[in-house]
C-alpha cells in the first residue's frame, strides 16, 4: 500500500482493506494470507468508498459465481458482480467470503438494504476497471488484490 493509502485492520491481524488515490476515481485494494481473504478485503474496501462497513449488518446474503482465465480478470468480475447486485437490490455488504478454484470465485455477500439516513453513502461506484489491477503474492507472503474503481 502506498501512503496515501486509508487502511482498516481485518479481524485477522494481517488482513486489510485499504484505499489509493487515482484522478478523480479511487483504487481499492486487499491484502492478507490468502487470495481468498484478500478478495473478501478488496469488497470490503468497495464496500468502503460508498459507506462504513462497519455501519451494514450482515442480514441478507447473495451468492455470486464467476468464471475468468486468471485471478486479475476475476478480481474485477467479482466486483462488479458485487456492484451490480447492490445497484439492482439497492443494497450495501459489509461480509463477504470466497471460494477460489480452477478460475472460478463462488461468494457470497451479506448486507442490508442501503438506508440513506443511517449509511450516508458517500459516492455510487459504477464499475471495477483495469486500471492498475493487479493481483500478487509479496516478499512478505501476503496476497494483494487491487484495481480503480470509477465513482
Not at 479511487?26 to 474496501?45: D, H, K, M, T, W
Request: net charge negative; hydrophobic share 45%.
Amino acid at each position: 500500500m502506498t501512503d496515501e493509502t486509508e487502511t482498516s485492520l481485518a479481524p485477522e491481524a494481517s488482513a486489510s482493506w485499504g484505499h489509493f488515490i487515482h484522478g478523480a476515481d479511487i483504487g481499492v485494494e486487499g491484502r492478507a494470507p490468502s487470495l481468498n481473504a484478500a478478495f473478501e478485503q478488496a469488497a470490503l474496501a468497495l464496500t468502503a468508498v460508498i459507506a462504513d462497513p462497519a455501519l451494514v449488518r450482515a442480514a441478507d446474503p447473495v451468492e455470486v459465481t464467476c468464471e475468468a482465465p486468471d485471478p486479475e480478470l476475476l478480481l474485477v468480475d467479482w466486483l462488479n458482480a458485487l456492484v451490480y447486485e447492490m445497484a439492482t437490490r439497492r443494497m450495501l455488504f459489509g461480509r463477504f467470503e470466497v471460494s477460489l478454484a480452477s478460475g472460478r470465485l463462488t461468494g457470497r455477500a451479506w448486507g442490508e438494504p442501503l438506508d440513506v439516513a443511517r449509511h450516508s453513502p458517500a459516492v455510487e461506484v459504477k464499475g471495477a476497471t483495469y486500471t492498475q489491477l493487479a493481483v500478487f503474492r509479496g516478499e512478505d507472503g501476503l496476497w494483494t488484490a487491487r484495481c480503480v474503481v470509477d465513482v
